[in-house]
């Protein structure tokens, strides 16, 4: 990580704070994806979605080797995800719980629509 050397602890702190709300404030997935393109370069966007990715297999109990084999990201990199999921700061965990809640509210959206009732 690159050091700051004229930041404090504080301002890096709140510059993180700031770009979290930077992008809570996005309303869609292209929004999303917009900021994340202007932000990173491609291979930091790369290295995020690949660590996303694992987070599917992990949580499926998939073999790290199998992940390797699928994804092509490293068995270091599967273990750090796999630690973060476990023992991080709950973000993997709050990123999955919101997306399930999403996926189960469209198919619910659906079941209750004019064919089922």
């Given amino acids: 990580m690159k050091a ?4 404090t602890p504080r301002q890096e702190a709140l510059a993180e704070r700031k770009l ?5 404030a996005l309303r869609t997935t292209e929004e999303c994806q917009a ?14 979605a690949d660590r996303w990715a694992v987070v ?6 998939i073999p790290y080797r199998e992940i390797q084999r699928l994804t092509g ?6 273990g750090r995800v796999a630690r973060f999921l476990v023992r991080g700061h ?6 999955t719980r919101r997306l399930e809640e999403r996926r189960v509210a ?12």
């Fill in 4 to 7: 700051h050397e004229h930041l």
């Fill in 20 to 24: 979290c709300a930077a992008i809570a």
């Fill in 35 to 48: 900021f994340l393109r202007d932000l990173c370069t491609p291979a930091e966007l790369q290295s995020m």
């Fill in 56 to 61: 599917d297999y992990l949580k499926r109990e």
């Fill in 73 to 78: 990201v490293s068995v270091t990199t599967i």
């Fill in 90 to 95: 709950g973000g993997y965990a709050a990123a």
């Fill in 106 to 117: 469209i198919l619910g959206g659906r079941e209750a629509g004019p064919d089922h009732g």
